[in-house]
């Protein structure tokens, strides 16, 4: 691991440099666009979509949908934040999601190149539910965002647990089928150095209670460029969690995404 | 798929370690012990050695790479049940040392069961030596999943040195196929028996499914190993699966008896011609090298007097018997005549019988 956390903390290092080269100068964020994973919804009207990010639709003052729409064909999954009322200066949100993983799910479960599961192995119907609860509070330049959600996983069958993905990023969140429920808390920090740039730092928890491999901690750094239309997001994240074959680390580097805006 | 394939690899652009371990031309393999150690014999006139391909404790489960089955995920109570056998069988014949090829250490196939400090946990062996010839975070191909998986040697005595020589990958395959594939190995480690300055334990597991001269680089490449380990004025037992046959061997196209129910081989139409790793034929004098500059614990003439006697390997799992010679000994000293036994009656616990020999250690 010793190459991996060097890396990690130069490249920790640099960002820092530059957060703290825009401390200096303050840039409120705009509470109407880009901001996914806080209290805030959009504008009414906007619509937004990432590569890897989801689509995201301003219904209205008080409610938002989302779905990862590139995946919905063989994962059908929705997701609505709502507001509501604010404490002080602190937002508040809830978020309510369903996912319903069975088609990805047996489509990768097959013989040959692409057999990510065991064909020898049924994937009975599963849903996923999801809730949640977002506070943020906007300072000068820094968004601070707290999460808590508990995610739900109902299955119309026998799920084999030698069926897992046993995988950063994707084990923790299918494990909530084998284990019936799962926890995720995370702290989001957003600052906005100037208007068009932001860095984000963020951490997130998952606890499965009563498994064996129920821990896994998430946390990115992503350096933003951004217009009213346009964003540019690079950073990296860096993985720990608990498997069925034991503890490990993974650093994902780069990663990046790009997302349009439409509407307001 | 090769868009699942695509984010695969972005998941794993820049992580700590790779997805598929490539391995260096040499280095150094790992060293076990076991957590209960048991005082070895502090001398050995003769030392009883064996090799075995256990199969990664599968036993005669029909597993879908190596027969006509479509397991692939062993559940934990079958691979200790396989376990369990193999120790048992290894407390009845009661080796020295045990090549061993085919165990897995971190796999999900095998409910990521350690099998190198299982068997010396549950047996009377204290040290072992591995060496990976499959080593991936993650085989994106019928949910093979993470697998490692290789060569060892178990022995009474102390291990140490342990070496692993890459052979030579497949050359009949496509980059992508090669990618993920195995990566054969040859383990040479020096195993501290007593009164013996200089000698080397060897495990080879060559490779089975090539269709080109792979093999053949693998018998070269041991070849002058072990000619390496001569030269230096050293001592040797190999163990190990080649893969191939014994020069001379009456049977050397097992297509038909290999193929699937849905396979057909041999007709005019039929592509492939042959099942891969099923013809011997262009291969027959492959293995000549070996019996010509070493000792075999089975004698080639003895062999060829009595083949059905000294078959090691079947890839029948319902109820065939074994069909082929694929299993060897061999060292640079005479094995003692007429020590080698073939013992077929380990039916049940692989795909492959282990074989013994005893050794008359050099004063």
Redesign the interface.
């Known amino acids: 691991?010793e190459?991996?956390e060097v890396?990690n903390i130069k490249l920790i290092t640099l960002l820092l440099l530059i957060w703290s080269a825009g401390l200096g100068e303050s840039a409120t964020a705009d509470e109407s666009f880009w901001v996914r994973e806080s209290a805030f919804l959009l504008q009414r009207g906007r619509i937004e979509k990432g590569i890897f990010q989801p689509l995201i639709y301003g219904f209205s003052e008080n409610l938002e949908f989302s779905t990862h729409a590139l995946a919905f064909f063989v994962m059908p999954n929705l997701s609505i934040k709502l507001s509501h009322q604010n404490v002080g200066n602190w937002r508040f949100a809830s978020t309510h999601g369903l996912i319903y993983p069975t088609p990805l799910l047996r489509l990768?479960?097959?013989?040959?190149?692409?057999?990510?599961?065991?064909?020898?192995?049924s994937i009975p119907h599963l849903i996923g539910i999801s809730n949640g609860v977002l506070v943020s509070r906007q300072f000068q330049s820094e968004l601070i965002t707290l999460k808590a959600a508990i995610d739900v996983g109902l299955k119309m069958g026998k799920l084999d647990e030698?069926t897992t993905?046993?995988?950063?990023?994707v084990y923790p969140r299918l494990n909530s089928f084998y284990t019936s429920c799962g926890m995720k808390f995370g702290l989001d920090v957003r600052h906005q150095f100037s208007s068009k740039f932001d860095i984000l730092a963020d951490a997130d928890w998952f606890v499965f209670p009563g498994s064996d491999d129920g821990f896994a901690w998430e946390h990115k750094i992503l350096v933003a460029y951004h217009s009213r239309r346009n964003r540019f997001s690079l950073g990296y994240k860096l993985v720990y969690g608990e498997y069925?074959?034991?503890k490990a680390?993974?650093?994902?580097?780069?990663i990046f995404d790009y997302q349009r805006a439409w509407g307001k | 798929m090769k868009i699942i394939l695509g984010l695969f690899g972005l998941l794993f652009l820049a992580g700590c370690e790779d997805l598929v371990t490539k391995f260096e031309s040499e280095e150094k393999g790992f060293l076990y012990k076991t957590h209960h150690s048991i005082n070895p014999p502090t001398s050995a006139d003769t030392l009883k050695v064996m090799t075995w391909n256990i199969r990664f404790g599968a036993r005669r489960l029909d597993w879908f790479g190596d027969s006509c089955g479509d397991r692939v995920i062993l559940s934990d109570d079958e691979v200790l049940l396989g376990l369990a056998g193999i120790a048992d069988k290894i407390e009845e014949l009661q080796p020295d040392i045990l090549f061993i090829e085919e165990i897995d250490v971190d796999s999900k196939r095998t409910g990521y069961i350690d099998q190198m400090q299982w068997l010396l946990d549950n047996t009377y062996f204290n040290y072992g030596a591995y060496t990976s010839m499959w080593q991936a975070q993650y085989v994106p191909s019928d949910g093979i999943g993470r697998i490692n998986t290789g060569n060892a040697i178990l022995s009474r005595w102390n291990i140490t040195d342990v070496k692993r020589i890459q052979l030579a990958l497949r050359g009949d395959q496509d980059a992508l196929t090669k990618y993920f594939y195995l990566r054969r190995n040859m383990l040479i480690a020096k195993i501290a028996v007593p009164n013996l300055n200089n000698f080397f334990g060897a495990c080879i597991h060559a490779e089975a499914f090539s269709t080109d001269d792979t093999k053949k680089k693998h018998v070269e490449q041991c070849l002058e190993e072990l000619t390496k380990i001569t030269n230096n004025g050293g001592l040797f037992i190999l163990g190990g699966d080649f893969n191939l046959l014994p020069p001379g061997s009456d049977s050397t196209d097992f297509c038909d008896e290999d193929g699937c129910s849905d396979e057909h081989f041999h007709g005019k139409n039929d592509d492939p011609f042959h099942k891969e790793g099923s013809n011997y034929t262009p291969e027959i004098t492959w293995l000549q090298p070996m019996y010509d500059n070493f000792f075999c614990a089975v004698p080639l003439t003895e062999f060829q007097s009595d083949q059905l006697h000294h078959f090691t390997h079947t890839t029948n799992h319902s109820d065939g018997f074994w069909n082929r010679t694929l299993d060897y000994l061999f060292s640079n000293v005479n094995f003692i005549a007429g020590s080698d036994s073939t013992h077929q009656e380990a039916i049940p616990l692989s795909d492959h019988c282990p074989v013994t020999a005893k050794w008359k250690v050099p004063k």
């Open positions: 691991m190459g991996a890396k990768i479960s097959r013989e040959g190149t692409g057999g990510i599961i065991s064909p020898e192995f030698r993905i046993d995988l950063p990023l069925p074959f034991g680390w993974h650093l994902i580097a780069p």
